[in-house]
């Protein structure tokens, strides 16, 4: 059993679900199955809450349905699966255990060693260092470095 566990599911949910509602919420979705434990990985909170208010159920029935008592177990999280180390991936920032996190400026000059418990996806060169406020965002950009 691989990650085709995932695949099948998504067959099932794309034949079910209306295609404008499977493409925003279940497409995003990455899966990764380590151990028996089929792992989702949302692109941010707002879709991990929706996923696990509206479909979550619905995706256990099929893990159980399709596979019987072999059926891994479902958890999710907010991130992206964990890259292998491969000669594509090993100059990639997801290839690293322990992921930098820039502070910014106004807040500290050095870059601190964070623990991070999920992987971001986020632009590392987006920094408040880097960021040119303009009259469209100066609240937004105020609101932020409180």
């Not at 995003?28 to 199955?33: D, S, Y």
């Not at 910014?104 to 060693?113: G, L, M, R």
Request: charged share 15%; with cysteine.
């Amino acid at each position: 059993m691989s990650v085709s566990v995932w695949k099948e599911c998504l067959e099932q949910l794309q034949e079910s679900l209306p295609s404008t509602e499977f493409n925003m919420w279940i497409r995003p979705l990455q899966a990764e199955l380590n151990d028996n434990k089929l792992s989702l990985y949302a692109p941010n909170r707002f879709v991990l809450d929706w996923v696990k208010n509206k479909y979550l159920s619905r995706i256990s029935q099929l893990l159980a349905q399709l596979f019987g008592p072999e059926a891994p177990s479902l958890h999710l999280a907010v991130g992206t699966k964990v890259a292998r180390n491969s000669p594509a991936s090993a100059n990639s920032p997801a290839a690293s255990n322990a992921p930098q996190q820039v502070l910014p400026s106004w807040k500290s000059n050095q870059t601190a060693q964070v623990e991070l418990a999920y992987q971001s996806g986020i632009n590392p060169k987006h920094t408040f260092v880097s960021f040119v406020e303009g009259k469209s965002n100066q609240l937004a950009c105020a609101a932020a470095k409180q």
